[in-house]
């Protein structure tokens, strides 16, 4: 008989049995139901419905179970529903009537928001380990690449010079937020749930200070009805997981596109690209294209918890149940892409003078030429329409701003010196800007070095 067929006169269908198990997923949580099993019985025997010994044995079981679980000899199966099931069977397996006593108070309600609560304690923990790593690799990278001038690109063109160090840092910051919501998250989840009962509490004392402490939360749930119905820490934590593969994706985009025989800024490390089954000269970068496609599951992910609560009656709810796959898909998503994306940043080879070379054969200065007309007094509209018609010039004679000769420059304004050539040299360039977070080696330097004091207080 199931551990709740008390009132049934009739068994389940082998259909639902197969439609409704959820063990095929929600087995990982098996540590951390034990964890709260034991913390459960432990405040059982502190208000005395266990005795100490029942307590002790239940503890015990519970750790063979553990090692069942974990050496591959636990039997489960579709008939016992979930993992709250199978170890509570087990356990009434090896201990008989004590074990019995175990579920006192408790629903798989609050079992199963603490279990999740739990187990994304954990995995947050290891996923910010993850982007810390991440965010160090970049500083690195960003600190090697100071002066390896760039084209920064707007609407995929040519914009303004940059340097790569300052590209890169672009995406320390995005992901340096990732970390941050990551941080705000874990005090989102560290709510005791368990004490709520299957929605209204319980007539038994429950001591929830001490399961608290136990299991180290910060706060306790304040309504139980809110409690079992909540699933707010899941859809945080799946945005924050699909904010870092948006960026993620981003970078991967970047880093496909420089990798191109077009542009040839980059090249790909072997280890993380493929070869093609047909075309023996092909290396292609399927891991990155893999982050941007996974990208759009863990989105949908997203999507399917905002859809799956939207209508939600309250409380529990046995859609509820469809929470954890998405959950779980993204999480193992995120783990695996934040490695894979610093293996490509601590392993790609640079190809410096390519990237020097579209800097050179750009008219991207055309900024800083508009700049010296600016600060020689003539208005920034002005000055803008006078380097538009010098760039048609160019064009027309196929050579770029620093190739014009003085006499033509003075042709579209007498103001321009020979000081211009200075001025709008790429290398003095990302010296010369001024501003705070701007593509300067100045500001580079500065960035670097508090980042990387944040990045110790680790
Ligand atoms: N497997 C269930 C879930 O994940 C556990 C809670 C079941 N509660 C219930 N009343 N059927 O949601």
């Not at 890169?168 to 919501?181: G, S, V």
């Not at 003078?353 to 008219?363: F, G, H, I, L």
């Amino acid at each position: 008989m199931k551990l709740w067929g008390g009132r049934f006169k009739d068994t389940t269908d082998p259909l639902v049995e197969k439609f409704s198990a959820s063990i095929n997923f929600d087995w990982v949580l098996y540590e951390e139901d034990i964890e709260g099993s034991i913390a459960h019985a432990e405040m059982l025997e502190k208000i005395g419905i266990l005795t100490r010994k029942e307590k002790d044995s239940i503890i015990k079981a519970l750790g063979q179970i553990k090692k069942e679980i974990e050496r591959g000899e636990f039997k489960f199966s579709s008939e016992l529903e979930d993992i709250h099931m199978h170890i509570e069977s087990r356990l009434i397996e090896i201990l008989g009537d004590t074990a019995r006593k175990l579920h006192t108070g408790r629903s798989r309600n609050d079992q199963v928001s603490l279990d999740m609560r739990l187990f994304l304690k954990k995995k947050i923990k290891e996923i910010k380990a993850k982007i810390l790593n991440l965010l160090k690799t970049i500083i690195e990278k960003a600190e090697s690449e100071k002066e390896t001038l760039m084209p920064g690109y707007t609407h995929m063109q040519r914009a303004q010079v940059v340097t790569f160090a300052h590209y890169i840092l672009a995406y320390y910051f995005m992901l340096k937020r990732d970390l941050e919501r990551l941080i705000t998250l874990e005090r989102t989840i560290n709510t005791l749930p368990l004490g709520s009962g299957a929605i209204a509490g319980s007539n038994i004392p429950l001591d929830r200070e001490f399961v608290k402490e136990k299991l180290g939360f910060l706060n306790i749930s304040e309504n139980s009805m809110d409690t079992v119905s909540d699933r707010d820490f899941c859809l945080d934590t799946v945005y924050a997981m699909a904010m870092i593969m948006l960026h993620l994706s981003r970078l991967s985009e970047d880093m496909i596109v420089f990798s191109t025989e077009e542009f040839s800024f980059i090249s790909l490390p072997d280890s993380l690209c493929t070869g093609s089954s047909l075309m023996p000269h092909k290396k292609n970068p399927d891991s990155l294209e893999l982050i941007r496609g996974k990208t759009s599951r863990v989105i949908g992910d997203l999507i399917s918890l905002f859809t799956l609560l939207k209508g939600l009656p309250l409380t529990y709810n046995r859609d509820m149940q469809e929470d954890k796959e998405p959950l779980f898909h993204a999480i193992e998503t995120v783990s695996n892409a934040v490695d894979i994306a610093r293996l490509c940043i601590e392993k790609m080879e640079l190809k410096k003078e390519r990237m020097e070379k579209a800097v050179y054969e750009s008219y991207m200065p055309a900024v800083e030429l508009t700049e010296y007309l600016t600060l020689k007094g003539i208005p920034f509209r002005e000055a803008h329409a006078i380097v538009g018609k010098m760039v048609v010039l160019c064009e027309d004679k196929g050579i770029k701003l620093h190739e014009m000769d003085l006499m033509d420059m003075k042709g579209f304004s007498t103001i321009i010196e020979e000081d211009v050539y200075a001025f709008i040299e790429p290398k003095n360039i990302i010296k010369n800007r001024k501003t705070i977070g701007s593509a300067s080696l100045y500001e580079v330097d500065r960035t670097i070095e508090r980042e990387k004091g944040y990045l110790n207080t680790f």
